[in-house]
């Protein structure tokens, strides 16, 4: 097998290590995306519910 000349190994190299760390970043991103959306979720959910207690308490009233 012959060996690659130095300086293109070099830069195979280089890609490979920007591949890792592109690899990483995107890792990354994808989990800042999933806790953001289970951080919306959770407020949906909350304003869902507020408004659930909001029309109850107003049926006890005798609100429509």
Not at 1 to 20: A, G
């Amino acid at each position: 097998m012959t060996k690659f000349n130095y300086s293109f190994q070099r830069i195979l190299d280089l890609k490979e290590s920007e591949k890792e760390f592109a690899k990483n970043q995107m890792a990354y991103a994808v989990k800042l995306q999933e806790e953001g959306r289970q951080k919306v979720a959770t407020i949906l959910n909350k304003i869902l519910h507020a408004e659930e207690m909001k029309k109850e308490k107003a049926t006890e009233r005798g609100y429509p």
